[in-house]
């Protein structure tokens, strides 16, 4: 559909709404409106106030820039966590990958990003300088770097490794393998030679 | 991700209203959401408020029943289309593919749907009982039926035939055949069978 030309402005207005969103093209954009189109009032209104609310209500955590609620997040706020282990993030999706590992006790600090010269993202854009107050004011012992190993997420490593390192703390970053379950044969020959060089103490 | 904690009850509803769309499921939800609240607050606001303003606003055409911002839409109230062929369509979609083939100058009449026992669907749900109203107070020389061919389309076929056969009216179906381009050897029988049963008149 080229020339579509739309029955309505209101749906053509709801329509371009939507497919400025990622992934959403204006035949998909189209179909989730006439969706919408097919409830009920109330329950539209409730669609697009829980959006507009989410908006202007949501905060981020003073301490670690998650996505929260409150002024400081549950995990901040919560007593049973370490807060000397610091585990440094891109965004929220990652902090809820960890949180459902249930592997990690520490505390999180979330970039919002990564830096990357390319879309004009520099440190000042980035929860950087809040993580070097971190370091300096809190009692932290370990930072642990958990970025994408994409160009992005190594230059962010290198550029907060060197902010980080006139600091007395242990720097570590998240173990790169092969994934538990994946052959040998098929994985990619970087991730086999790190995990070839990284290999841990056999345990049974 | 399966036992999902959200940082924010606000995000998890923004999440949950996304996902009741089709073909969302919680990720994407969550990827949507989180690009929403990295726009600014009036952006956020423009997309809520045009769907909610849409579902509000928006209504039908008194004569064709497809979406309209006007008591009577652009193509009714159109002097130059003919206003005694009618093209009986499934829904708004349908009516957008068919004028953007630029070969119609009729005008429409949308079901909102078709008959479907299945789910509950009866004739009494539709714009049927309207149809028939059209060809008995309109002077309508033809009804096109453009409706899906599937057991669905073919029972509202089948429906709407009947109550129409006492009129006198010519009653016509879409061309079902091999796509232009497509190849033979790949094309289904039934449609193969279709194209040369209803095979037309060669012209050069």
């Known amino acids: 559909?080229?020339?579509?030309?739309?029955?309505?402005?209101?749906?053509?207005?709801?329509?371009?709404?939507?497919?400025?969103?990622?992934?959403?093209?204006?035949?998909?954009?189209?179909?989730?409106?006439?969706?919408?189109?097919?409830?009920?009032?109330?329950?539209?209104?409730?669609?697009?106030?829980?959006?507009?609310?989410?908006?202007?209500?949501?905060?981020?955590?003073?301490?670690?820039?998650?996505?929260?609620?409150?002024?400081?997040?549950?995990?901040?706020?919560?007593?049973?966590?370490?807060?000397d282990?610091?585990?440094?993030?891109?965004?929220?999706?990652?902090?809820?990958?960890?949180?459902?590992t249930q592997q990690y006790n520490g505390v999180y600090h979330v970039l919002g990003g990564l830096i990357s010269p390319m879309d004009g993202v520099g440190p000042a854009d980035l929860e950087i300088e809040s993580l070097i107050d971190r370091v300096k004011t809190e009692n932290i012992a370990e930072v642990i770097f958990a970025l994408n190993t994409t160009m992005e997420g190594d230059t962010t490593n290198f550029y907060i490794?060197?902010?980080?390192?006139?600091?007395?703390?242990k720097i570590t970053a998240i173990a790169?393998?092969?994934?538990?379950?994946d052959e040998l044969e098929y994985a990619d020959e970087i991730t086999l030679g790190r995990s070839i060089l990284n290999r841990v103490e056999f345990k049974n």
């Open 161 to 169: 490794y060197r902010k980080l390192s006139p600091f007395n703390i």
């Open 85 to 100: 282990i610091v585990c440094v993030v891109q965004d929220v999706q990652d902090v809820m990958a960890i949180e459902n």
């Open 176 to 181: 790169r393998g092969i994934s538990v379950g």
């Open 1 to 83: 559909m080229n020339l579509t030309q739309y029955p309505s402005i209101l749906l053509e207005n709801a329509v371009s709404e939507f497919a400025k969103l990622p992934g959403i093209g204006r035949k998909t954009a189209l179909r989730l409106v006439l969706n919408l189109l097919r409830q009920n009032e109330t329950e539209v209104e409730n669609f697009g106030n829980a959006i507009i609310k989410m908006r202007k209500e949501i905060r981020h955590c003073r301490f670690c820039h998650n996505i929260s609620d409150t002024d400081i997040c549950q995990i901040c706020s919560n007593t049973k966590r370490q807060k």
